[in-house]
């Protein structure tokens, strides 16, 4: 179905789905007005590319204006068609699928562009949680800004807030790194780069890659407050919190656990400055993995002392002061 930008549909069009309009025409109760506002007028849903989040896990996590939008797509666009096919069959929603992912998205992209310049609807989902999160979408919404179509985002679950804001760690200020690198001397320098950031730093992790990805942090990064937070929304939801020392000790002898998880790190404390033995133990562990530039950088953002002290005391270590 093509439609001119600006153009309105009616609440029930030829295909029979209703729309947004009539939700909001639902939640304009009076007893929902603050007492002499104007009553709402129902809303169209524009045509625009809409970023749409989907639950993490609980089923029931997805808002009424995410379902009216999907309900009102021309198409909706996913990493994988089984499993946006589940999440509408739970809603009684039918709307054409389209896969968009890594593998096809070069393919995919231009005619999805092309969809909104006739004026579709077109929703972008991800398997779970937030597109664009270390899913695909990022580049599909910039070729939308740079051509001035409309985009607009129905907010939801997300995995890095959602762990974030149960680890009891600081959330006025943090930083989501996504995944680390799967080697461990990449995962050590992308490490020491986000050590002197003062914020809880977020991660995605595999749970294969938990326990020695937990270890590299306390390497580089010192003993830091962390939390591991796994299979959240969902029945067995469990947030484990603990020095990262300790957490990646645990997780070592347990082997790794079961589900999806997401780790965050507490910012470096403004912490005394450590022992000779304890610096030297820190540069150790560093300088296993990192050039003495690299190592000194991070001992030196962990520990707060100053970056010439740090790298004297390595290049002397390293044999070669
Ligand atoms: N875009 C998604 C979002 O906004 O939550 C994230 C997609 S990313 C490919 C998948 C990663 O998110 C998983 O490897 C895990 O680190 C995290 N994740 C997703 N669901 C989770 C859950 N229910 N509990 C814990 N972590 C989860």
């Given at each position: 179905?093509?439609?001119?930008r600006?153009?309105?549909?009616?609440?029930?069009?030829?295909?029979?789905?209703?729309?947004?309009?009539?939700?909001?025409?639902?939640?304009?109760?009076?007893?929902?007005r603050?007492?002499?506002?104007?009553?709402?007028?129902?809303?169209?849903?524009?045509?625009?590319?809409?970023?749409?989040?989907?639950p993490?896990?609980?089923?029931?996590?997805?808002?009424?204006?995410?379902?009216?939008?999907?309900r009102?797509?021309?198409?909706?666009?996913?990493?994988?068609?089984?499993?946006?096919?589940?999440?509408?069959?739970?809603?009684?929603?039918?709307?054409p699928?389209?896969?968009?992912h890594?593998?096809?998205?070069?393919?995919m992209?231009?005619?999805?562009?092309?969809?909104?310049?006739?004026?579709?609807?077109?929703?972008?989902?991800?398997?779970?949680?937030?597109?664009?999160?270390s899913?695909?979408?990022?580049?599909?919404?910039?070729?939308?800004?740079?051509?001035?179509?409309?985009?607009?985002?129905?907010?939801?679950?997300?995995?890095?807030?959602?762990?974030?804001?149960?680890?009891?760690?600081?959330?006025?200020?943090?930083?989501?790194?996504?995944?680390?690198?799967?080697?461990?001397?990449?995962?050590?320098?992308?490490?020491?780069?986000?050590?002197?950031?003062?914020?809880?730093?977020?991660?995605?992790?595999?749970?294969?890659?938990?326990?020695?990805?937990?270890?590299?942090?306390?390497?580089?990064?010192?003993?830091?407050?962390?939390?591991?937070?796994?299979?959240?929304?969902k029945?067995?939801?469990?947030?484990?919190?603990?020095?990262?020392?300790?957490?990646?000790?645990?997780?070592?002898?347990?082997?790794?656990?079961?589900?999806?998880?997401?780790?965050?790190?507490?910012?470096?404390?403004?912490?005394?400055?450590?022992?000779?033995?304890?610096?030297?133990?820190?540069?150790?562990?560093?300088?296993?993995?990192?050039?003495?530039?690299?190592?000194?950088?991070?001992?030196?953002?962990?520990?707060?002392?100053?970056?010439?002290?740090?790298?004297?005391?390595?290049?002397?270590?390293?044999?070669?002061?």
């Amino acid at each position: 179905m093509s439609r001119r930008r600006g153009e309105s549909r009616t609440d029930a069009d030829k295909t029979g789905r209703t729309h947004a309009s009539s939700l909001a025409r639902n939640g304009d109760e009076p007893s929902q007005r603050g007492a002499g506002s104007k009553p709402q007028q129902p809303r169209e849903i524009a045509p625009a590319l809409y970023l749409v989040a989907t639950p993490i896990g609980n089923a029931e996590d997805i808002t009424l204006r995410a379902l009216a939008t999907l309900r009102a797509a021309d198409v909706i666009a996913c990493e994988d068609t089984r499993v946006t096919a589940k999440l509408l069959a739970r809603h009684g929603i039918e709307r054409p699928l389209l896969a968009y992912h890594d593998h096809n998205a070069e393919r995919m992209r231009p005619l999805l562009l092309e969809r909104l310049r006739r004026g579709e609807i077109v929703a972008l989902v991800s398997d779970a949680g937030t597109p664009l999160v270390s899913d695909p979408g990022f580049k599909l919404v910039r070729a939308a800004v740079a051509e001035g179509l409309a985009v607009g985002t129905l907010p939801g679950p997300s995995a890095a807030l959602a762990a974030l804001v149960l680890s009891g760690l600081p959330s006025d200020r943090f930083l989501f790194a996504g995944f680390l690198p799967a080697k461990q001397a990449g995962r050590r320098t992308a490490l020491a780069e986000l050590a002197p950031v003062r914020a809880s730093l977020v991660f995605f992790e595999s749970a294969p890659r938990l326990a020695e990805s937990l270890a590299d942090m306390a390497a580089v990064l010192g003993d830091r407050p962390a939390a591991v937070a796994r299979e959240l929304t969902k029945l067995y939801e469990e947030v484990r919190r603990g020095g990262l020392s300790e957490l990646a000790a645990r997780y070592a002898g347990e082997g790794p656990p079961r589900g999806e998880l997401v780790v965050v790190v507490g910012p470096p404390a403004e912490a005394p400055a450590p022992s000779a033995e304890a610096l030297d133990r820190q540069l150790e562990a560093a300088l296993a993995s990192m050039s003495v530039k690299d190592a000194s950088a991070a001992v030196a953002a962990a520990t707060g002392l100053s970056r010439r002290e740090v790298y004297a005391r390595a290049l002397l270590l390293a044999g070669r002061g």
